[in-house]
């Protein structure tokens, strides 16, 4: 039965990170959930007749390699995609990882190139923690080329145990190490990962892990991605639901997103901006107006104009104006940048419904328009304990 109050909460994950999840390579199932054959095929519709991904070095250009897994990271949020990854989750990570529902699973996944004497393109020994990962997210490294054996280990991923890494990170601040500092050291202290398709690594995001020059002669390429569990929904940092996290639907069914095409009315759209609460309070406004004006432009709005919250107003008075006094469809940066008091939240959402106004939300691309929209934006915000700090 799920844990509720902190300290129980605080022994549970601790608990997990020291086990289940402290550096573990776990078996999957690479018939069923064939992610190297789908990533190779993805190269190859791009345009690179690749015999095998561990070739792909000599087919496509140096400088087209980061672009490459940038488009191979999009594609993963394909529906075609999402649906195995929805599965593959649900079938072999939760079991396998002790993970209690509900979960969210990672959006876009990372799909890794690493080609061979790129020193350029090595990614210096870090945790997620220091990637602003909060300690309720796992991680999964699934390598889609053979690194197992000892040859291969320059190609792999490094990594440390849980109680090393954290003993080494606190001499590296207290030190004020820096990257060839921490890369000589951290480095003499890990091992790679022996695997290939078929095999996962669970880790922390305190776990310390890199990777070295890979020397192998072979492109080495790999997918990461995170879950996280609901209990955690307010222990993953600036990763929070939404934007970077989706829940994982119970069955074969696609996450629920608006369609813009049916959307549009015939109401004037505003842009509003705030930073009047805990996720946009460092968020400028300079690049939410960047984010909402591409969004605009990605999914055909219109706007007018632009207007500001008066900061130190928590109720968020400038965004009632907007759609009680004004009647126009307001474009938001982000769900949250709703009130955290819910008796505010149910002010705004009556006031849009009584008008007949729309709210859109860039950064988790949903929009508020009927009683289905609510239930799913309230549901990412329970998720995240929004509010409950």
């Not at 939760?94 to 979960?103: A, E, H, M, Q, Y």
């Not at 876009?108 to 945790?127: A, C």
């Not at 090393?164 to 951290?186: C, D, G, K």
Request: proline fraction near 6%.
């Amino acid at each position: 039965m799920p844990t509720n109050s902190p300290a129980q909460l605080a022994s549970a994950m601790e608990e997990s990170l020291r086990t289940t999840w402290n550096a573990r390579v776990v078996d999957y199932d690479a018939v069923r959930f064939p992610f190297a054959e789908l990533i190779r095929d993805e190269v190859r519709r791009v345009g690179h007749a690749i015999d095998s991904l561990d070739t792909l070095h000599t087919v496509v250009p140096r400088e087209q390699v980061y672009m490459l897994s940038k488009k191979l990271c999009e594609a993963t949020n394909r529906p075609d995609f999402r649906r195995m990854v929805n599965e593959f989750s649900r079938e072999e990570i939760v079991p396998k990882g002790r993970l209690v529902p509900p979960i969210a699973v990672q959006r876009y996944l990372n799909v890794r190139i690493m080609v061979p004497d790129k020193p350029q393109g090595v990614f210096p020994f870090h945790t997620g923690l220091l990637y602003g990962h909060g300690p309720g997210s796992r991680s999964l490294w699934m390598p889609l080329t053979d690194v197992t054996r000892a040859e291969d280990r320059s190609a792999s991923l490094q990594i440390i145990g849980l109680e090393r890494s954290r003993e080494l990170i606190r001499h590296a601040v207290a030190n004020e190490l820096s990257v060839p500092e921490m890369t000589a050291l951290f480095g003499a202290e890990s091992f790679g990962v022996q695997a290939g398709p078929g095999k996962v690594l669970f880790f922390t995001q305190e776990n310390i892990h890199g990777n070295f020059v890979n020397v192998t002669g072979k492109t080495r390429v790999s997918i990461d991605f995170r879950l996280a569990e609901d209990r955690f929904g307010d222990q993953l940092a600036r990763k929070i639901l939404g934007g970077y996290f989706e829940i994982l639907p119970e069955g074969r069914e696609q996450p629920y997103r608006p369609d813009h095409a049916k959307l549009k009315n015939e109401r004037t759209n505003v842009i509003y901006l705030n930073n009047n609460t805990p996720s946009t309070v460092g968020a400028p406004v300079h690049l939410q107006r960047g984010m909402v004006m591409e969004y605009c432009r990605k999914n055909g709005l219109n706007f007018e104009f632009e207007l500001f919250e008066l900061e130190s107003m928590d109720h968020l008075p400038t965004l009632m104006h907007i759609i009680d006094e004004l009647g126009c469809n307001v474009i938001l940066y982000s769900i949250y940048a709703l009130p955290e008091a819910v008796a505010h939240r149910e002010k705004i959402f009556a006031a849009a419904r009584r008008k007949g106004v729309h709210l859109y939300f860039v950064n988790e691309d949903l929009a508020l328009a009927g009683q289905q929209d609510r239930e799913r934006i309230e549901e990412f915000l329970s998720f995240a304990k929004y509010g409950e700090r």
